[in-house]
């Protein structure tokens, strides 16, 4: 057995020798797996699929797994293809939204983890540029069940963001003073949906990020608890960083240490702000700005932004990547989670846009 | 009712481009019962005895209290008969000049046990001869599924050659599981060690005659506490990809490759004979097309099936990986099992070079088999070893052949080549 799976004990990484706590599921620095906990029993079997407690379906109707996409052969009762043996993808790995097609978002397992703890919930009305809210909430990986709580999380702030459109008259702060409330309000069930999906004697309690944009009547307002990111990349002017992160991180940016330096220290990931049992505080702190002209709003969860961490950089790939695909919003999302794929996948990847 | 269960030890993570997937699957069986009792058939037992000229008559009157005592541990209801062979082959019990077994009962216990006190030493050696009567006795029972004969020799097969003995092994093989055991030295190792292989059984040596009736109560014993009568390893590979072997590896190496028959294109089944309350290891090799990092897949589904029920699975995977400390990482069983193997090879090639006069492969390979029977931490073939070798460095291997070695502790050696440790966990 490797040494991750028979040790009862550790504080650091056996990978990376960043520092872990004992009930951690993986590394926070490198995303390893570490020694399962007593909600996975121990099993003498090396055993990568580390199921969820509760499986949640993305859609119930794309339930069933269809024939296998490698061979097209049929797909056996443990998830493998009877004929070429590949695996099968499970619903929650991989899913995209695309609610118009001027927004869409795709939500990915990436590589080196075992289950896809980032969710994604967006909605949008039809006329361009209209309408759209996306969220992404990002499953902290050393907590237990939060593939179950991150999606949950994510719709339930959707599900407040869609129904409290107030339209017609009032200025744009009151406009602006609406949606912040209502994001406020998104985070709230957000995090009353996290708490209702961990076990009241969790010794690990779920925990995720959250991160919301709301683009109604002109105005964007972004909403951040966490290290999950919103930017507005304007076609024609300066990427702008919607959202500041809670994170370890941030802080010592703030201080001004270079982002480079502070995002490759050995705490880089640790997150100072988060929703669930444990959370000190979920208010999020919010931007609010009214675009002028064509561009690009992106939504996303750290697997992206690992990658690349500065705004101008991120716009540039953003730019270049949608001008590959026609400008398609689900064409561009999908080939920015493959291109962060080939980085290296080590968290989960989550990105969401809208094109105006 | 018998209970099955499998489990798999691996790495599954293979580097970008790996194509070898190598897993130890332990197969654990429980509860299994007596030999005939299951409700799934009768069991039967033949006990076939050399009663050659070179036996003599103390030879063959210890294989008669040997067969005794056998008789005494066959279970009630148990079909049986007692074949005595020497350059051919007569049915000692029941005395019957057609082919034929009786029930166990009192009064057939005490009719066998009277017969093979009447033993006397005649005649050659064609172990063919045996086999084909014991396997046409074996015939006259249908309700039998569960077969199993010991055979005992003190000699070659003088009286019969290779060819016709190897056609003979493989006419019947798969007709009857047998043990087989060579009392004194003049017997080889290599030709009843090839019955043995092909008939699902042991091999061993038993030095001295009186030691013969507690080796055959304990066979007989092993035998009757075989409550499964038959069970197959059967082996799923998907599309496009190798089977490079299959190998029983605990409680004694036993390759079972060329032993499939196909199930379907991508699955084979591999037989396993009878079991009782015990434990098996197997190694699967099997060589994958390469795929994508990141990508998983299933390289081999491997079960064990009575009849047509599949009673236990182990799933053995295979996930390409750019993340060297993942991929690098040895499974410990693996290269236990892989160790055994080598050292089991080492010792069979090491003594057939010494018989051969080639004292330099033989003092290499046995040096070898030195080394791995330390790193594998097999005590019993290190003082097997001890009784052949000198060993100057057990770490480097390093080993000089003794001047002058007991016969009998070099086939004790070879026989006990296969007989593995299990791994430490």
């Avoid at chain 1, 926070?28 to 003498?44: Q, V």
């Avoid at chain 1, 009547?217 to 304007?234: C, E, I, K, Q, T």
């Avoid at chain 1, 705004?311 to 730019?319: C, I, N, Q, S």
Wanted: hydrophobic letters at 40%; aromatic letters at 4%.
């Amino acid at each position: 057995m490797d040494v991750a799976m028979t040790s009862t004990t550790q504080t650091v990484c056996p990978n990376c020798g960043g520092q872990v706590s004992e009930a951690d599921r993986f590394c926070e620095a490198c995303g390893a797996e570490l020694n399962p906990t007593a909600a996975a029993p121990a099993s003498p079997a090396l055993d990568t699929d580390t199921e969820p407690t509760v499986e949640i379906s993305t859609d119930p109707a794309a339930e069933p797994v269809g024939p296998c996409r490698s061979c097209g052969g049929a797909i056996g009762a443990e998830g493998y293809c009877e004929t070429c043996g590949t695996k099968a993808s499970k619903p929650r790995d991989h899913f995209d939204e695309h609610p118009a097609p001027w927004v869409a978002g795709v939500c990915d397992r990436g590589i080196r983890h075992s289950r896809n703890e980032d969710a994604l919930a967006i909605a949008a009305d039809a006329e361009p540029g209209s309408r759209a809210l996306l969220v992404v909430c990002d499953g902290v990986s050393s907590s237990l069940d939060s593939d179950v709580a991150s999606l949950a999380a994510a719709r339930a702030a959707r599900e407040v963001l869609v129904a409290g459109h107030a339209q017609g008259i009032g200025t744009e702060s009151s406009h602006s003073n609406a949606i912040v409330a209502r994001l406020k309000a998104a985070a709230d069930a957000a995090n009353d949906a996290v708490l209702d999906n961990t076990s009241p004697d969790s010794p690990n309690p779920a925990s995720c990020t959250f991160v919301a944009a709301v683009l109604e009547d002109g105005l964007l307002v972004a909403g951040a608890v966490g290290d999950s990111r919103a930017y507005w990349f304007p076609d024609e002017d300066e990427a702008v960083a919607l959202t500041v992160d809670d994170s370890w991180a941030a802080e010592l940016i703030a201080t001004g240490i270079p982002r480079a330096e502070a995002e490759s220290g050995p705490h880089a990931h640790a997150i100072t702000r988060w929703l669930g049992k444990d959370a000190p505080d979920h208010t999020p702190r919010t931007t609010t700005l009214r675009p002028a002209g064509p561009g690009w709003i992106l939504v996303c969860s750290d697997g992206l932004w690992n990658y690349c961490s500065e705004a101008a950089p991120l716009a540039d790939l953003v730019r270049q990547t949608a001008a590959a695909h026609g400008g398609e919003p689900l064409a561009t999302a999908s080939a920015l989670v493959d291109w962060a794929n080939a980085q290296g996948g080590q968290d989960n990847i989550t990105v969401a846009l809208a094109r105006l | 009712m018998a209970e099955f269960s499998a489990t798999v030890y691996q790495n599954e993570f293979l580097p970008d481009g790996g194509t070898d997937v190598h897993a130890i699957v332990t197969v654990n069986c429980s509860g299994a019962g007596a030999a005939g009792q299951s409700g799934s058939g009768d069991a039967g037992e033949i006990i076939i005895v050399d009663t050659s000229g070179s036996m003599g008559a103390d030879g063959v009157r210890a294989a008669g209290v040997a067969a005794q005592t056998a008789l005494d541990q066959i279970l009630d209801g148990v079909w049986f008969a007692v074949i005595s062979g020497n350059d051919r082959a007569q049915l000692a019990f029941p005395p019957s000049p057609e082919p034929v077994m009786v029930k166990m009962d009192q009064f057939t216990r005490q009719a066998a046990k009277d017969a093979v006190a009447r033993f006397y030493a005649d005649g050659g050696t064609a172990m063919g001869t045996w086999l084909r009567l014991a396997s046409r006795v074996f015939a006259t029972v249908p309700s039998l599924t569960q077969k199993h004969a010991i055979l005992l020799t003190d000699g070659e097969n003088q009286h019969e050659t290779p060819e016709v003995l190897t056609e003979t092994i493989k006419a019947v093989t798969g007709q009857f599981q047998c043990d087989t055991r060579g009392v004194g030295v003049a017997w080889q190792v290599d030709e009843v060690r090839r019955i043995a292989q092909a008939l699902l059984g042991t091999v061993d040596i038993i030095p001295a005659p009186d030691q013969l009736a507690a080796e055959f109560s304990k066979l007989i014993r092993n035998a009757m506490s075989r409550g499964v009568a038959q069970a197959d390893l059967r082996v799923w590979a998907p599309q496009g990809a190798e089977v490079l072997f299959v190998r029983q590896v605990a409680p004694t190496v036993e390759d079972l490759t060329s032993r499939r028959t196909a199930i379907n294109p991508l699955t084979g089944s591999y037989p396993t004979g009878s079991w009782g309350d015990e434990s098996r290891d197997y190694h699967v090799a099997i060589r994958l097309a390469a795929k994508g990092i990141g990508q998983e897949q299933l390289a081999a589904r491997v079960q064990l099936v009575l009849g047509a029920d599949v009673v236990a699975q182990g799933l053995v995977k295979a996930l390409w990986s750019a993340d060297e400390a993942l991929t690098t990482r040895i499974s410990p069983e693996v290269a236990h099992y892989t160790g055994q193997t080598e050292l089991a090879d080492a010792i069979q090639e090491g003594l057939a070079a010494k018989a051969a006069g080639d004292t330099e492969t033989a003092t290499t390979k046995l040096g070898r088999a030195v080394q791995l029977a330390a790193q594998t931490g097999n005590e019993e073939a290190t003082t097997r070893l001890r009784k052949v070798v000198d060993i100057d460095d057990q770490e480097a291997g390093t080993v000089r052949l003794k001047r002058t070695v007991e016969k009998a502790d070099e086939m004790a050696l070879d026989t006990a080549s296969t007989k593995t440790t299990r791994v430490k966990k």
